[in-house]
């Protein structure tokens, strides 16, 4: 069984410039949730998808927007990129019924410069 | 505003002695409590839970105490070792929310030999 896997692993981007992250949630989950890790804090809930469907949000701009695909993996975008993006962005997956247990990993290492 | 709340940023513990890392939380709907474990450059993995209606659960070195009236959880880990220097994330979460993770800031451990 695969855990869960982000890509890619470190980028840096631009002020003002798009963005897209990928998540690849564990086999069977079909839950996927992203949160943003700032530096010296605790990841903060941007969003749920929950069958391809988002199923709630955090307080993140409407900028921050995802998608889910028929096979549960995920998509991560944020436009018009600011300084303050800059962040660890952690995916985390969730078995059917089983919200209580979110797997993360290892998240994406994003620089807005 | 920050529901979950870890006040000791850092914690130093001599190999084989008790670590507790404490845990603070606003919200009184929370339901659900976790502690996770972070090593740099991976994803948080879980590390043990806590049900609102127990007050405590044993995991091999590893309990987490839960004080409802007090708002207020601790995870204690009996005998601490090298490996378990790392960064540990306490998160809690309500069933009416589809126990979406609010996280604390983290405190970071270092077991010394």
């Known amino acids: 069984e695969t855990g869960v896997t982000q890509s890619p692993t470190h980028l840096i981007k631009t002020r003002g410039q798009q963005v897209t992250l990928r998540c690849s949630s564990q086999?069977?989950?079909?839950?996927v949730s992203w949160y943003q890790q700032a530096l010296g804090q605790g990841p903060q809930f941007i969003f749920q998808?929950?069958?391809?469907?988002?199923?709630g949000r955090g307080n993140f701009p409407p900028r921050f927007s995802g998608l889910q695909f028929p096979n549960y993996s995920s998509e991560l975008n944020v436009n018009a990129l600011e300084l303050d993006d800059s962040a660890l962005y952690l995916c985390?997956?969730?078995?059917?019924?089983?919200?209580?247990?979110?797997?993360f990993g290892q998240g994406t290492r994003l620089t807005v410069v | 505003d920050q529901q979950v709340k870890q006040n000791s940023p850092s914690l130093s513990v001599q190999e084989g002695r008790i670590s507790i890392l404490n845990c603070d939380y606003t919200?009184?709907?929370?339901?659900?409590f976790l502690w996770y474990k972070k090593y740099p450059a991976e994803g948080p993995t879980f590390l043990i839970s806590?049900?609102?209606?127990?007050d405590k659960n044993e995991d091999g070195r590893f309990t987490v105490f839960l004080n409802k009236s007090a708002k207020h959880l601790s995870l204690h880990i009996v005998p601490s070792q090298p490996g378990d220097s790392a960064v540990y994330f306490c998160?809690?979460?309500?069933?009416?929310?589809?126990?979406?993770?609010?996280f604390g800031a983290g405190t970071t451990v270092t077991v010394r030999a």
């Open positions: 985390a997956s969730s078995a059917p019924g089983r919200f209580t247990e979110a797997f």
């Open positions: 086999s069977g989950h079909n839950t």
């Open positions: 998808y929950y069958r391809e469907e988002e199923n």
């Open positions: 919200n009184s709907m929370f339901d659900y």
């Open positions: 806590i049900s609102s209606i127990k």
């Open positions: 998160a809690a979460s309500e069933a009416s929310n589809d126990y979406k993770l609010s």
